[in-house]
């Protein structure tokens, strides 16, 4: 389904159904999301990535936190879809903001329940190894909501928002944590020897008589 929506480009990568808290001070965009809160549409966040605006997410303002006098906005948004930026005014017409053409792209939630317990198994290992003891992961997660806690870089992100298959993005997500822990379990275990040999140093050997 191809529609235009308004465009918020962020040199980060927005999920679907992730939360996202955005402070708007850019002239633009305050115009941009006082016309979707009179209008009550959503806008899409583009990712710039790569030097260029495509694939992105679109989403929907779900709280106005503050507007200050000065026409700023603390909003809450959460993703609803992926989508992609087929063309773009910039700006467009009358408005300071840009609005795009945008392919919604579809999404298949074909779940592998044994690798999705491979990642869960995996996630928490890496929890405990970087000593986060206040994340607790649910076992009916999707690979979105773990995507920005793992690591990937602003890249790898990008790719992963472009499979269109739970699967795909299942095996895209364990694939980097086989590479990532082996690397955390070797800088927890050179911290030990850190601290144990510290240990060593401050330790007083018995005097002989």
Known sequence: MNRTLPLFPLNLVAFPYQNLNLHVFEPRYKELIDDCIRDETTFAIPAY?????????????????????????DIKTQGVRVIKVLDMENPYQNKKYAIGAIEEIPDTDNTDILLKEEIYEAVQEMYDLVEVDNRKLSMDFKVYDVAHQVGLSNEAEYELIQLQEERKRQRYIMDHLKVLLPKLRDVKRSKELIQMNGHFRKYNPPQEF
Do not use: A, L, Q
Not at 52 to 65: L, N, W
């Open 49 to 73: 990535v790569k030097n260029r605006v495509e694939y992105g997410t679109e989403m929907e303002i779900t709280e106005v936190s503050k507007k200050y006098e000065d026409g700023r906005f």
